[in-house]
């Protein structure tokens, strides 16, 4: 099956800094990469869809400024969390669809950033 | 706008049992629903595809249904396990290629 990695994994910042997640599609190329995020207990909620090669479309309430998102080729993208704040610690994951199979998506293993 | 709704939020059986897991959603006009396991801090793992033409998939103990005119899927998960423990999200795709539209889980415990 088609396999998405995350990296990194897991990942602790000071309030302030900016940190990059990586979304990897390892043996497809992905059309589409959806960012989602999810609070403790709570459920994923999609911040932004990403095409390669064009801007990222973002969910009402995200801020495009604060969390970059890059799609350079079709088995990268990147979200990028600009002067990380203590409310952005969550668990962030990203998925991948590509035209053969567009109706499936496929899932990362997520980035747990923590925000001190 | 698409919401989906599971009930119930969190479930405890005893290890052997049969059981059922309800998910709903708002609008009918659905391209796909999927079932995801979740384990604590980790990623998803698919479980099960449905299309929207489909009426039910099976993967070893585990068949989903679906429902679209009444917007209703249920998961039915057969002699559950200890292992089976984890929270089970529904999720819901409108159209080919694009996201998802999630339920809040359902926390199952199986206890042996």
């Known amino acids: 099956g088609a396999v998405v990695s995350q990296h990194p994994s897991w990942v602790i910042c000071k309030s302030g800094t900016s940190v990059k997640i990586e979304c990897r599609s390892l043996?497809?190329?992905?059309?589409?990469m959806f960012w989602y995020r999810q609070f403790p207990k709570q459920s994923l909620m999609l911040m932004a869809t990403s095409n390669e090669g064009s801007k990222a479309t973002y969910e009402q309430g995200v801020e495009k400024d604060k969390f970059l998102i890059n799609h350079a080729s079709l088995t990268l993208s990147t979200l990028t969390v600009t002067s990380a704040h203590p409310e952005d610690s969550s668990f962030y994951i990203c998925?991948?669809?590509?035209?053969?199979?567009?109706?499936?998506?496929?899932f990362g293993p997520g980035t747990r950033l923590t925000v001190t | 706008k698409q919401e989906v709704t599971q009930i119930p939020a969190a479930l405890s059986v005893p290890e052997g049992e049969n059981l059922v897991l309800n998910c709903s959603f708002t609008?009918?006009?659905?391209?796909?629903l999927q079932w995801f396991r979740q384990d604590p801090g980790k990623g998803l793992t698919s479980l099960l595809l449905i299309q929207s033409s489909q009426r039910e998939q099976t993967s070893g103990r585990l068949n989903a249904s679906l429902d679209k005119s009444s917007g209703r899927s249920t998961l039915y998960i057969a002699a559950s396990q200890p292992g089976d423990s984890a929270t089970y999200l529904c999720?819901?795709?409108?159209?080919?290629?694009?996201?998802?539209?999630f339920g809040k889980g359902t926390t199952l415990s199986v206890s042996s």
């Open positions: 609008d009918s006009a659905i391209y796909n």
């Open positions: 999720a819901v795709g409108s159209q080919a290629g694009t996201a998802l539209i």
């Open positions: 998925s991948a669809s590509f035209s053969g199979r567009a109706q499936e998506q496929y």
């Open positions: 043996d497809f190329q992905a059309t589409t």
